[in-house]
């Protein structure tokens, strides 16, 4: 598994995402108020824009989440499945903090 | 031999060495002391302007202590273990012990270097040398130590003006009634009482001496003495230098024992942050000391956090606040006429006492502080005032709502009687509830109590509806999501209670929508200060008040389209919409239009958005008023309110009503007298004609109701409810909306006027205040490992000679 350092832990906001350009791909990682990191796919499957990172994070049922900020469609930061529609899903990458740097493997 | 080394020699630093000395420890202790004597009483400093010796307030040294007084710590070598002392040899220690206390905080306004503070006996010698030749004198600050400070200035002789931040006096330790008593006694004694003021600059004069203080509005405040005393910080520098670990507020982190991050170094007092608390009171200050103490000499004793509660007697007022300041149910008495004000806060069940507030009579304080969080020794009632035999259980005499004076009895009449099923009805049929709304919970529980069922949760995060969870938050003081979902939520929120929470912040605190934690709130229109369209870019709309442009503004909009390539539309608002731009584009976008005199048009924003107007009666034959100056005037004054949803206004100058002013939010339309004013008008998805609610208004009496009005709606609507909406669903309709913010039936537009005055006199530009801040500035990048890089994601087409974006859907 090859790890990309991609920004340091503290530039990571509570429950404000970022997005980060990883071989190609736009990752979208939010770090939550219980300290942890998530990293999902930036694409919206239902608008098809790459904003996922701009959504706003919380929890549903105490599942952490971010909701699409286009329609508002909500998904799992730790599954990547839709909660209003599970039929859909987006990609989930492994991330760690590692020596105070977030780093993504995609 | 043990060394003890304390730095800083303060209060909390002599009841250590005098703790120590007492428990027989035999090493060696060594205090180093920046100010020239040991530590004094500084609860007692203002008796030392009343003839009070320093020798007096100085406590004694515990025999075999070391002092070294008038001496600086400027580091501290955690390896070697030594403090080096400015000018001296280091100071080796075993054990080290920071005392350092706190500084006054001196807000950074133009002139703070020709202020006073209030904390050491050489700030009071300043201020008794600057006062000589004075006659009037100015203290920043109403809370405690700003009470005291204005007492030393009156006992100085001088005429003193108190200028707090908050709308009262004493916010931490009374509420808004209690404040009110407390200004009656304060401003009786003779002193200038500006609450709800901050402090724009230190005014000096031709000659270079202090000329007074001016407050945001432009307010003068004549002084030739002026006094920060507007909280302090912890004194943590020396802490932060050699790495301790130090909150993020400020603060030296220790643990219960006192013990730092490094177990060799103790924090004791105002500099240290225990439990994630600064403690500024003499009593935990000095528990922490005996705490610390009895830890390095082998005790197991340990600091819990610390009962804030406080009795004092200021300017000659009994000031008593224990136990919590707020609670699901209140009870209050109050005598303006004696001025006097005691409430207890009890839980919802009405069965455990909570705390308290007493102004002018601190009776209760002695004797109901032990009860806190303990059941009820006896009626509130009985406890408060003399009479009534209330029962526990909430008879029908036991008063709900204090405000209104509204009895359980009455709710019950309402829900059994007359057959009013949720709180709203209640509301509207008893008042209870309506002015400060802490008894709401009080409410349902009678409502299900008498068997009705309740339900109007906001989401799963929040169990009350969104007028509900403003009341909370503006009678409660909360300033942070956070501690709101804390409190009274669960979970950590979503993208419906997240918005509606950041809008109620907004609209009761102002302040920049994007500082600190309420950044993580926004929706991304707001997080962006822009409106994301389809393909992940966003549109930027600059405020044109009144649809009033020159053709300088003009060309510069333009000229910023082109040059950032931007698609250009005329809005139904009459401004100019501009498409396309990329988050990292829209610093360089706002830059150019800041510079060019533009501000924010909050187009993105849950608030007013425009005020449009037809051309009035300045150049149209038919105008009978000028259209176009009051629509600028409102926009201007409304400008950057949030609010439930989104605000829009118009002005027309004559009958004809060319600005369409009857579907709008609020609309105004000249008469010959005067001005017409029309509520809750709505295009959209479900068009209504906006409903007279005034006719032939002064320009004067039009602005306070409009004030009254959006102040009232903000208050009290549901999440995205627009006025029209709001309007259809208020019990009582249009009179009732008359009666309240026209006749004042419900005592609150005093409140409504003030809140509106807050807003307009800290409304700041926020793509301005953006733009000069770094750190804000740093989230507008499309890649946080590629600032530069462009999403390349983002492809546009050419259209009718502009671009358009190229989605997959």
């Known amino acids: 598994m090859s790890w990309t350092a991609v920004c340091e832990y503290a530039a990571l906001l509570p429950e404000r995402g970022v997005c980060a350009l990883v071989g190609g791909r736009q990752v979208a990682l939010f770090r939550t108020h219980d300290g942890h990191v998530h990293a999902l796919d930036n694409l919206d499957p239902f608008s098809g824009a790459y904003v996922l990172s701009r959504g706003i994070v919380g929890t549903r049922r105490g599942e952490p989440t971010v909701a699409s900020p286009l329609h508002k469609q909500v998904f799992s930061l730790v599954s990547g499945t839709c909660l209003d529609e599970e039929a859909v899903q987006v990609p989930v990458y492994a991330v760690r903090v590692a020596g105070g740097r977030v780093e993504v493997s995609v | 031999m043990r060394r003890i080394v304390v730095v800083g020699y303060g209060p909390a630093a002599h009841r250590f060495v005098e703790t120590l000395a007492g428990r027989g420890f035999d090493g060696r202790v060594t205090v180093i002391g920046e100010e020239p004597r040991p530590a004094y009483d500084r609860v007692a400093l203002t008796s030392y302007l009343s003839g009070t010796s320093v020798a007096d307030l100085t406590y004694p040294v515990p025999g075999g202590t070391v002092t070294r007084l008038g001496s600086r710590a400027v580091a501290v070598d955690r390896e070697a273990r030594t403090v080096t002392v400015e000018g001296e040899l280091a100071e080796p220690y075993d054990v080290l012990v920071l005392a350092t206390g706190s500084a006054p905080f001196v807000p950074p306004v133009p002139g703070r270097e020709h202020a006073h503070v209030y904390r050491t006996i050489e700030d009071l010698d300043a201020i008794r040398a600057a006062a000589a030749d004075a006659a009037e004198g100015v203290v920043v600050g109403g809370g405690l130590l700003g009470l005291e400070a204005a007492d030393a200035l009156r006992t100085l002789g001088l005429r003193t003006h108190i200028v707090e931040m908050s709308p009262w006096l004493m916010p931490r330790q009374v509420d808004e009634g209690g404040g009110a008593v407390l200004r009656g006694h304060v401003e009786a004694l003779g ?280 009341d909370i938050v503006r009678v409660r003081k909360i300033t942070t999501f956070s501690r709101l979902v804390t409190e009274h939520g669960q979970g950590r929120g979503c993208d419906v209670c997240k918005p509606a929470v950041a809008s109620i912040l907004a609209s009761l605190h102002n302040g920049h929508v994007l500082d600190g934690e309420r950044a993580a709130l926004q929706d991304t229109n707001d997080a962006f200060l822009a409106n994301i369209q389809k393909n992940g870019t966003y549109s930027v709309v600059p405020r044109i008040p009144g649809g009033e442009i020159t053709p300088d503004k003009l060309i510069v909009i333009g000229e910023v389209a082109r040059d950032f390539g931007l698609y ?73 309110l949030r609010s439930p949803h989104k605000l829009k206004s118009a002005v027309s100058g004559c ?62 609507a549901d999440r995205l409810q627009r006025t029209a909406a709001w309007l259809e669903s208020l019990d009582g309709g249009l009179d009732h909306l008359r009666k309240v913010i026209m006749e004042d039936s419900l005592g609150i537009c005093a409140d409504l006027d003030a809140q509106m005055e807050q807003h307009v006199a800290t409304y700041t530009d926020e793509w301005a205040a953006t733009l000069d801040d770094p750190e804000k500035l740093g989230r507008f990048v499309s890649f946080v490992n590629a600032p ?13 000679g502009q671009i358009r974006p190229v989605t997959a859907r």
């Not at chain 2, 006094?227 to 507020?249: I, K, M, Q, T, Y």
């Not at chain 2, 610390?292 to 200021?314: E, P, Q, V, Y």
């Not at chain 2, 731009?581 to 239009?593: F, G, H, K, M, N």
């Not at chain 2, 008008?681 to 320009?699: E, I, K, M, V, Y």
Request: aromatic share 6%; hydrophobic share 40%; proline share 4%.
């Open chain 2, 191 to 470: 002193l200038g009482v500006h609450a709800g003021a901050g402090v724009r600059e230190v005014v000096t004069g031709p000659d270079g001496r202090v000329a007074g203080l001016r407050t945001p509005d432009g307010t003068l405040i004549e002084a030739q003495v002026v006094v920060f005393s507007a909280g302090v910080r912890p004194r943590d520098e020396l802490a932060r230098a050699c790495g301790l670990e130090v909150g993020e507020r400020g603060g030296i982190v220790v643990d219960a024992g006192m013990r730092t991050s490094d177990p060799s170094i103790y924090a004791i007092g105002e500099c240290a942050l225990a439990g994630g608390m600064v403690y500024g009171l003499a009593g935990p200050c000095n528990t922490m000391a005996e705490v610390a103490a009895d830890r390095i000499t082998g005790g197991t004793s340990s600091f819990a956090g610390a009962d804030l509660s406080t009795r004092l007697k200021l300017l000659g007022v009994e000031v008593a606040q224990f136990g919590a300041m707020d609670g699901a149910l209140d009870v209050t008495y109050m005598d303006p006429v004696a001025g006097v004000y005691k409430k207890l806060f009890i839980s919802d069940d009405a069965r455990t006492l909570l705390g308290g507030i007493c102004v002018g009579d601190a009776g209760p304080y002695a004797a109901l502080r032990p009860f806190v969080g303990k059941p009820l020794p006896a009626p509130p009632s009985d406890l408060l005032f003399s009479g009534s035999g209330a029962r526990l259980d909430l008879p029908d005499d036991a008063q709900v709502c204090s405000c209104n004076n509204v009895c359980a009895g009455d709710v019950r009449h309402a829900v059994t009687g007359l057959g009013v099923t949720d709180v709203p009805g209640l509301k509207a049929c008893t008042r209870a509830g309506t002015t400060c709304g802490s008894c709401v919970p009080m409410l349902r529980q009678l409502l299900e109590s008498s068997g009705v069922e309740v339900g109007k949760a906001l989401c799963e995060h929040f169990a009350f509806s969104r007028a509900e969870l403003f």
């Open chain 2, 568 to 640: 250009t539309k005329i809005t139904g608002g009459q401004r100019i919409d501009l498409f396309g731009a990329r988050v990292e584009q829209l610093p360089d976008i706002w830059r150019r239009l800041v510079d060019a005199g533009f501000e924010s048009g909050h187009a993105y924003g849950k608030a007013l958005r425009t005020v449009k107007s037809c051309v009035g009666s300045t150049w149209c034959r038919y105008g009978v008023q000028d259209a176009v100056g009051l629509a600028i005037a409102l926009e201007l004054r409304y400008r950057g």
């Open chain 2, 655 to 716: 009958a004809r009503e060319c600005a369409e002013a009857r579907s709008k939010d609020f609309g105004v339309i000249a008469t010959e007298q005067g001005w017409n004013l029309y509520v809750g008008g709505n295009g959209g998805f479900r068009p209504r004609h906006a409903d007279l609610l005034a006719t032939d208004l002064s320009t004067d009496d039009l602005i306070r109701t409009v004030d009254r009005f959006l102040m009232f709606y903000v208050r009290t």
């Open chain 2, 788 to 800: 530069g890089v462009p999403d390349p994601s983002i492809v546009f087409a050419a259209e009718r």
